[in-house]
């Protein structure tokens, strides 16, 4: 291994300004000029954010009027307050807070209203303040700014990861979502890491050529600056080398970041799952899919298309097939679980799944696989007030009016429990209804699974025809089952090889499972127009 020299490297800078987003500093500007009282900035990235407010606050800018240019300032340069709960206020300039500030916020949001010079407050999560269960006079005084503010030369600035934001305040406060960086702004940094290695690090050399660099970028997109930040780092300091093998450092990092969400899990489409059998039909109509997804501009008369929903039995293949789509378009999977919006501390179920359709667009083009959604979207939470139903609004709002290249994968085991809104037409672009597997699917399942468990050709195709017909009524989790059964008790009679006697005694044991609701799911699916998975045609009216 290479060894690290020591007593020359210095730490890489970040010049977070070079980052900016620009479309949302352009909106800034214009929220500021029309004097906005309070603009609430949702982001992770407080660094990024500042460094944008900064870069409008302090400028001047040149407009044309009239044919001729002159200078428009709506209340000229501004200086730059920083307010937090562990350093209190601080204004530009000083070396302590405002006293009193640390310890009591209002004394912070009186200094707002005192001030005279024109101002740019900026509020590091207070959103701790105005959560529910805060004390009232927090939301009280913020009404009291926001009212000063629209005749005062001052803005007040909240930023914040989540989102809260009390009733009372929502005709004051206007909100921004700041994106985390395009591949725009990943591939400039990792330039500028790359530029000054010679002079920080001379330790450590750079063998990516420009198709190394952009699948390098495309890996850390959907990080933020300084996560991007971590990974470029961490692949340094494996090996003091910046190689193509540090993309896998890169998205395992992205993985981990994703993993803290506590709803979301990512999938590399270098994660190839076993082959799968049966569901041909689906498994063709999505490989035409990804053709449609990867059009930049659809021309018109032409949409992306939104989705899928796989609905059906337990245990026969929709979660693998999500994983094997995301292999065979080299998308990656994001598997958003429903029932864990509900449960993350401290956030709101809205919230998570907003951060999580967030970080769904970032990475886009992906596949956001939705795993049993009706966890979350049941009839019942359609016809609540509260949470759920709120939550199942914003989803339906977001399917429709959503542009990006992301592809829903959704799966249900129990279409009876959605509401019909979910199921009308052009929410989902097909709705599919995988059964168990027919004969020549089981078939097809024992071979590929005996595969993963003997080295030999243990069965004969009438032998495969045998145990096809007895697996009638079987899932491919439950055939998978069995040969788990028969190879355990190989294992134990001295790791012996496994026989057709084995699988003979484990099928005896393992018996079908039929879920509860199964003719009713079916009858739901046949009713909405579902397509059989397997054939590609229209569910068969169910015999009497």
């Known amino acids: 291994m290479k060894e690290k020299v020591k007593g020359n490297e210095e730490p890489i800078g970040i010049d977070f300004s070079k980052y900016i987003d620009e479309s949302v500093a352009k909106h800034i500007r214009f929220l500021v ?11 992770w990235e407080e660094t990024r954010v500042k460094a944008t407010i900064e870069s409008v606050v302090k400028k001047k800018y040149i407009v044309k009027r009239n044919g001729g240019e002159e200078r428009y300032v709506r209340w000229g340069p501004r200086e730059i307050a920083d307010w937090s709960s562990v350093k209190g206020l601080i204004f530009e300039g000083e070396k302590g807070p405002v006293p009193g500030t640390k310890d009591d916020p209002l004394i912070a949001l009186d200094e707002i209203i005192r001030k005279e010079k024109s101002t740019a407050f900026i509020f590091s999560d207070f959103h701790h303040n105005i959560k529910p269960g805060c004390d009232p006079r927090y939301i009280r005084k913020l009404r009291e700014v926001a009212s000063a503010n629209r005749w ?17 305040l929502q005709k004051d406060v206007t909100v921004i979502d700041y994106p985390l960086p395009s591949f725009e702004y990943l591939r400039a940094f990792l330039d500028d890491i790359i530029e000054q290695l010679p002079r920080k690090r001379p330790d450590v050399s750079v063998e990516l050529d420009e198709n190394g660099k952009e699948e390098m970028v495309r890996a850390a997109v959907g990080l933020s600056i300084e996560e991007a930040y971590m ?36 999938f590399s489409p270098k994660d190839k799952p076993r082959d799968i059998s049966g569901m041909d039909a689906l498994r063709k109509w999505l490989s035409n899919q990804e053709k449609l997804l990867n059009v930049p501009k659809p021309p018109m008369g032409l949409a992306r298309p939104k989705g899928t929903l796989v609905s059906g039995m337990p245990g026969c293949g929709k979660s693998l097939c999500a994983r094997a789509i995301s292999a065979e378009w080299g998308f990656p999977l994001l598997r958003l679980e429903m029932d864990r919006l509900f449960s993350v501390i401290g956030v709101t179920p809205e919230e998570s799944f907003r951060n999580a359709i967030k970080t769904a667009g970032t990475i886009a083009p992906c596949i956001l696989w939705i795993d049993e959604i009706e966890k979350a979207f049941s009839k019942t939470a359609a016809r609540e007030t509260g949470a759920a139903s709120r939550l199942f609004a914003y989803f339906l709002t977001w399917m429709q009016e959503k542009e990006s290249s992301v592809f829903i994968f959704a799966t249900a085991n129990r279409l009876t429990d959605l509401p019909g809104e979910l199921l009308r037409a052009q929410r989902f672009e097909k709705i599919w209804f995988v059964d168990f597997p027919n004969k020549d699917e089981r078939r097809k399942i024992w071979k590929s699974l005996l595969e993963k468990y003997t080295s030999t050709n243990l069965l004969r195709k009438k032998e495969f025809d045998e145990f096809a017909k007895q697996t009638e009524g079987f899932s491919g989790a439950e055939i998978s089952q069995i040969l788990r059964e028969a190879r355990s008790k190989a294992y134990i009679e001295n790791d012996r090889e496994l026989r057709k006697e084995d699988i003979d005694d484990a099928l005896k044991k393992i018996k079908p499972v039929r ?16 397509i059989d998975a397997s054939s590609g045609e229209p569910l068969k009216e169910l015999e009497k």
């Open 33 to 43: 000029n029309a004097n906005s009282p309070i603009i609430y900035i949702i982001s």
């Open 152 to 168: 005062n030369p001052h803005t007040l600035f909240l930023i914040s990861p989540v989102l809260i934001l009390p009733d009372e």
């Open 231 to 266: 990974a470029y780092s961490k692949s340094i300091e494996d090996d003091f080398k910046l190689t193509p093998d540090d993309i896998e450092l890169v998205l395992a990092e992205k993985s981990q970041v994703i993993r803290k969400t506590g709803v979301m899990e990512y």
């Open 515 to 530: 879920p509860p609701g199964l003719e009713e799911t079916r009858e739901r699916a046949q009713k909405i127009g579902a």
